[in-house]
């Protein structure tokens, strides 16, 4: 029994409890709607609430625990000899099983009890479906004829349907909260296991990375040092790169268009700025890669400079394109924001505009500017295709930007894409990269959002 | 020094003339200067919308330049015989033996029989290496579909290798070292002769439109990786515009002004600014360790992508809601409405247009990002075109990702078209969202 197959049966089954619900209601009130507490359409309302919600979360709560469980009476079924070995081993043997049952090619040749356990991995989930069907189909109608008969005239089905309604608004709109609960019990849980296994100094302030685990003891640069300063340091080099970029072409571009640019100009320029945020980041990586690196180590050569093809200098400016429209979108509604008065005040004295602009507007909007800035540092720090596809891997110390350097968001990456195993150091350790750059980012929005709404008090 | 001033000659009248005149003096040289400075921060002002403008332009022009060779694939005509003792040498015509049978063999014979000459095995394999491994391929489809073809002969055309396509549209040239390149003098020449003789073609890459991924780049195509999107896609749209569009009609309709929805709000602002990557982590922690839902899917992926636009979309609804003046809603109460009818019936429909706006904003953020979808193993290698939300699958974006990172040179070119695919469904829903805007925008 497919997903789709049972939820569109749930489906039909919630509407069908709507036409019974409302053709039951007027019934009981002898075909006049006016006898009825509600009008009859709550009625229906009502019974299709009672069939689909139950079913629903039925659904949702077979799907998530079906695999789970089922894997589970596999696992304690396997032979005692195989559930002897180590969690390592017995997470192959699972996914062989796994593999097995799905048709997939499995790792190692297949013995009779791994044969067994996927037959069973295959009929106890096809069982469950079937169950899960029949489960459903039973509540559901038990559901639409309970509800059904406590149809009468002087049901409140209206204010019940509305007392529901408001409970699922309540509770979708905490569902962002538990968003964010859910993201940082993640990090902090995972992160809490990876400073289990390396100290937290070491890892925050250590200067060597190198994450690869050993396959033998003996192996070279087997001894997988976790310390994130070099990465801290790539991330804010690309990131300074990338404001020097943006800074200045942002802030101008937005004083242009909030103090010079004729409406007809802003009109055209504005959404075209725009496009630039709505770039798929991915599609900025590539020509970051394609285009610009080639390009600037061409460059580099030819003014006898060695610069890497993945250099931060490369990665930084694209990104710097990119954040462009957060700062000018920001700025341009800080400097809209600062009130006539102060600029003809400045006119009347004889001020020329851009005088006005320097001694008058931008030091009564620095703090939205600032704030402004802030958001694009912690739009730069996120970032990560740009640098993925741009910037190198190898953890590099160095303040020079045309040499190659990795970043936060890079490591993430390259430790979290593909097979692994979820009790390495290694593993954990992005997620002890991914609390520090959900910290920094957040703080860095927190303070630009205090202070931008300060801002904007102190004009309102 | 007060008695030195007062025995000058000046009067105070003439003093202040005179400070005046030297004044206006100042000012009037420092005029230029000031002028100048002025038309300067201009120029800056223009230079700097300037910068950008170009940079616009340069991307697409870049992207444009290098992914239009995508769409056309040389192909070579040939007149393959197709030998009932080669295909099914005891007529059975059983699917197996027409669906195992050596059609390699049937289409290089073919070529080789064009260059009778090639006779070692060493040049008939770089001979035979002109034809992609799909050409074999086209042959068992078509005799498949139709068994009745065997021992015709049929004019076939059929795509060349990704090398010797690049060598047709002049990407690779002689001008480079024999042994920098894949191609050998020798195969340019079989290929030069072919050309002669009429029967290379360019025509349109369909192949880019029908297939999902492959290693071979004249036969990798995007059919899959868009299938994928517009799956996820779903997921992400089933999922955040009701769970959003209820969150912000209770946080602007019904809530009260207490601490706890001031949190909330407060909230929803923090997550629009978390970063991408860290969406993708808790993906992979809760959706896939915890619940054990199967990696690669566009049903974790359509998640992930949820909780990431849920803020844009309730930010979006809430300023709709808002927008939505208070005399409609008492209106509907003095008539006797309830507070959920006032909304239902009247508020929501009326913020309808700029929930929409804001709903596809939303949607297209999502479906160009990538980095989430990596943590969640959406990056895998996938040949099969997905059919279902649970279906391992791949996104556009991640395609050109995946195909960005290969070093086959051919692929250049199709990220490129790729790209371009991505960027007209983006401009075609920014379009309609702003489409919307216009059409229904209501000033009350």
């Known amino acids: 029994m497919s997903f789709t197959f049972v939820l569109g049966a749930l489906i039909i089954l919630t509407v069908g409890g709507f036409y019974l619900g409302r053709s039951r209601s007027l019934a009981s009130a002898g075909g006049t709607a006016s006898r009825l507490h509600s009008r009859p359409h709550y009625y229906g309302y009502f019974v299709a609430l009672w069939c689909g919600i139950p079913t629903l979360l039925i659904l949702g709560a077979w799907t998530v625990f079906q695999t789970p469980i089922v894997e589970m009476i596999v696992q304690s079924n396997l032979p005692e000899r195989m559930l002897e070995g180590d969690p390592a081993q017995m997470s192959l043997i699972m996914n062989d099983i796994r593999n097995l049952a799905s048709g997939n090619i499995t790792s190692g040749e297949i013995t009779p009890a791994v044969q067994a356990a996927a037959d069973q991995y295959v009929s106890l989930l096809q069982t469950s479906g079937l169950a899960k069907f029949v489960l459903i189909l039973v509540i559901g109608i038990a559901a639409i004829a309970y509800a059904r008969g406590k149809i009468d005239p002087s049901l409140r089905a209206r204010n019940q349907v509305e007392k529901t309604m408001m409970t699922i608004l309540i509770v979708c709109s905490v569902i962002a909260i538990l968003t964010t609960i859910g993201i940082v019990m993640s990090l902090v849980f995972e992160s809490y296991r990876f400073f289990e296994k390396v100290s937290p100094v070491e890892f925050l302030f250590g200067l060597e990375w190198s994450p690869q685990t050993a396959l033998r003891s003996d192996q070279v640069g087997a001894s997988g040092a976790f310390g994130a300063i070099p990465l801290f340091v790539g991330t804010l080099l690309i990131s300074f790169v990338a404001m020097c970029v943006a800074g200045p072409i942002g802030l101008l571009s937005a004083i242009y268009m909030a103090e010079y640019a004729p409406s007809k100009v802003r009109g055209a320029v504005k959404p075209l700025l725009e496009i630039l945020a709505g770039i798929p980041t991915v599609v900025y990586g590539f020509f970051a890669a394609l285009t610009v690196a080639p390009f600037l180590r061409d460059q580099g050569t030819f003014l006898g400079l060695d610069i890497s093809s993945e250099s931060a200098l490369a990665a930084g400016l694209v990104m710097g394109i990119m954040i462009i429209p957060f700062v000018s979108s920001l700025s341009d509604d800080v400097i809209n924001a600062v009130p006539q008065s102060l600029r003809e005040g400045s006119y009347g004295l004889g001020a020329t505009k851009s005088e006005t602009i320097k001694r008058v507007i931008l030091p009564a909007a620095l703090p939205g500017i600032v704030g402004s800035f802030m958001l694009a540092i912690s739009r730069a720090i996120g970032e990560t295709m740009i640098v993925v596809m741009a910037a190198g891997l190898g953890a590099n110390l160095t303040a020079n930007p045309l040499e190659a350097v990795t970043t936060v968001t890079v490591q993430i990456v390259t430790l979290l894409v593909g097979d692994q195993e979820f009790d390495s150091a290694k593993t954990l350790a992005a997620f002890a990269l991914g609390l520090v750059l959900f910290c920094v980012t957040l703080c860095l929005n927190i303070i630009a959002m205090a202070v931008v709404n300060k801002y904007r008090e102190q004009y309102d | ?444």
């Open chain 2, 1 to 444: 020094m007060t008695d030195a001033v007062m025995t000058d000659v000046q009067t105070p009248d003439q003093m202040r003339r005179d400070r005046a005149a030297r004044a206006s003096d100042a000012v009037r040289r420092s005029l230029k200067k000031r002028y100048a400075a002025e038309a300067r921060f201009r120029a800056y002002g223009i230079g700097a919308v300037g910068i950008a403008m170009a940079f616009i332009v340069v991307l697409f022009a870049t992207i444009i330049s290098s992914g239009l060779p995508a769409f056309t694939q040389s192909a070579i005509t040939l007149n393959v015989e197709l030998k009932q003792d080669v295909i099914d040498p005891e007529g059975t015509r059983d699917q197996s033996t027409l669906i195992n049978a050596n059609y390699r063999k049937l289409v290089f014979d073919t070529l080789l029989a064009e260059f009778p000459d090639v006779t070692s095995r060493r040049d008939k394999r770089a001979l035979t290496a002109i034809l992609s491994s799909g050409a074999a391929f086209q042959v068992q489809q078509l005799v498949t579909s139709d068994p009745s073809l065997i021992g015709q002969t049929v004019e076939l055309s059929l795509p060349v290798a990704a090398d010797f396509d690049l060598y047709n549209k002049g990407v690779i040239n002689k001008g480079t070292a024999e042994s920098d390149r894949r191609v050998s003098n020798q195969q340019m020449a079989w290929f030069d002769t072919l050309k002669e003789r009429g029967i290379v073609e360019s025509e349109l890459n369909t192949t880019f439109f029908t297939n999902a991924d492959s290693r071979e780049p004249e036969l990798a195509g995007i059919l899959g990786a868009a299938m994928g999107s517009l799956l996820t896609m779903l997921v992400t749209l089933a999922l955040s515009f009701p769970i959003g569009v209820c969150a912000a009609v209770y946080l602007e309709e019904f809530a009260p002004k207490n601490r706890l929805t001031q949190i909330i709000e407060v909230n929803i602002n923090n997550l629009a600014a978390v970063p991408s990557i860290v969406f993708g982590l808790l993906g992979l922690a809760v959706f896939i360790n915890f619940f054990g839902l199967p990696r690669s899917a566009p049903l974790v992926g359509g998640m992930v992508l949820a909780l990431m636009t849920l803020p844009t979309i309730i930010i979006a609804s809430r300023a709709a809601l808002k927008a939505v003046p208070p005399s409609i809603r008492e209106a509907a109460l003095g008539l006797g409405a309830s507070r959920m009818q006032v909304v239902t019936h009247h508020v929501l429909p009326l913020a309808m247009p700029g929930i929409m706006t804001g709903t596809i904003i939303g949607m297209a953020q999502a479906l160009g990002e990538t980095a989430p979808l990596l943590m969640i193993g959406m990056v895998a290698f996938i040949v099969d075109i997905p059919g279902g939300i649970t279906d391992p699958a791949t996104v556009l974006p991640v395609q050109v990702y995946l195909w960005a990172d290969s070093p086959e040179r051919a692929f250049v070119a199709r990220t490129s078209a790729a790209i371009m695919v991505l960027l007209t469904f983006l401009i075609f829903m920014n379009a309609l969202a702003v489409l919307l805007r216009k059409k229904f925008e209501r000033r009350w």
